[in-house]
C-alpha cells in the first residue's frame, strides 16, 4: 500500500459545527503532516507529528485541533471555523528523520467549504 | 532561510511543443529537491525526485537536473500532452523539516 487515504473527500459545514477529517496511511511512515491549501496558491505547513507526537505547530489557531491516535492514523477536529478556512486540506507522511529527504506522499485532499 | 523560486504562469502551449519551467533554490548545504504536479481538484502527485547534486530525476517523459553550481532544478519536457495539464510545484525539502514550496506554475496544453 503506498497511499495515504483521506476523508472525505469534501465536506461542507457551519461555523458552529464540529466536525473531523481523517487521514490514514500503512506505509509503515512514522511522519505524519497537515497542510492547507488556498485557490491558485502552494499548500502551506500547519502541524507535523513524528512518532505520533506533535513536534510542529506552524501558529495555526486553536480552532483546529490534531491528534495522532496511533501511526498510521491522523486527524483534524474543526470547530468554530470561519468562511476563511475554506480551503483544501491535505495529509502527508513520510520516513520520520533524515528519511523524510526522500520525499512525502500527499493524500488527495479533503475539500471544505465553511458557510 | 531557505526558499524556492519558481517560473511565473500561466504557461500556455501546443500539443506536442517543448516545456520548460524554471525553479532556482535558496538552501544551506544539500537539499533534496522535488517537482509535485497537481491535476484540478487532485491533491499533490510526486512527479520526480534528486537527492544529492548532479542528480537526474525523470517519470512520464519529464526531467530535471539538480545543479549545485546554478542552484536550479528546471523542468523539461520534450513534447507535452492535453493530459499534462496542470499545476507544477518546485519544492526543495533540507534536513528532513518540512518543504519550501515554490509558488507553483499553471500549464494548458492545448491541441
Known amino acids: 500500500d503506498t497511499e495515504v487515504t483521506q476523508t472525505p473527500k469534501h465536506l461542507v459545514m457551519g461555523m458552529t459545527n464540529k466536525k473531523s477529517l481523517k487521514c490514514e496511511q500503512h506505509?509503515?511512515?512514522?511522519?505524519m503532516y497537515w497542510y492547507k491549501q488556498k485557490a491558485k496558491k502552494p499548500p502551506e505547513l500547519m502541524f507535523v507529528?513524528?512518532?505520533?507526537?506533535?513536534?510542529i505547530n506552524e501558529s495555526v489557531p486553536s480552532r483546529f485541533s490534531p491528534e495522532c491516535p496511533n501511526s498510521s492514523l491522523l486527524n483534524l477536529h474543526l470547530h468554530a471555523l470561519q468562511p476563511e478556512d475554506s480551503a483544501l486540506y491535505l495529509c502527508?507522511?513520510?520516513?520520520?528523520?533524515?528519511?523524510?529527504?526522500?520525499?512525502?506522499?500527499f493524500g488527495s485532499g479533503t475539500r471544505l467549504t465553511v458557510v | 532561510g531557505d526558499s524556492v523560486t519558481q517560473m511565473e504562469g500561466p504557461v500556455t502551449l501546443s500539443e506536442e511543443a517543448f516545456l520548460t519551467i524554471n525553479c532556482t533554490y535558496t538552501?544551506?548545504?544539500?537539499?533534496?529537491l522535488f517537482w509535485y504536479v497537481q491535476y484540478p481538484g487532485e491533491g499533490l502527485q510526486l512527479l520526480l525526485k534528486?537527492?544529492?547534486?548532479?542528480d537526474k530525476g525523470s517519470n512520464k517523459g519529464f526531467e530535471a537536473t539538480y545543479r549545485k553550481e546554478t542552484t536550479s532544478f528546471h523542468l523539461e519536457k520534450g513534447s507535452v500532452q492535453v493530459s499534462d495539464s496542470a499545476v507544477y510545484f518546485c519544492?526543495?525539502?533540507?534536513?528532513?523539516?518540512?518543504?519550501?514550496f515554490g509558488t507553483g506554475t499553471s500549464l494548458t496544453v492545448i491541441p
Open positions: 519544492a526543495l525539502l533540507h534536513r528532513g523539516n518540512q518543504f519550501y
Open positions: 534528486a537527492t544529492k547534486a548532479d
Open positions: 502527508a507522511s513520510s520516513q520520520a528523520g533524515e528519511g523524510a529527504n526522500y520525499g512525502y506522499t
Open positions: 538552501a544551506t548545504g544539500y537539499p533534496s
Open positions: 506505509m509503515g511512515h512514522r511522519a
Open positions: 507529528y513524528s512518532y505520533e507526537k506533535l513536534s
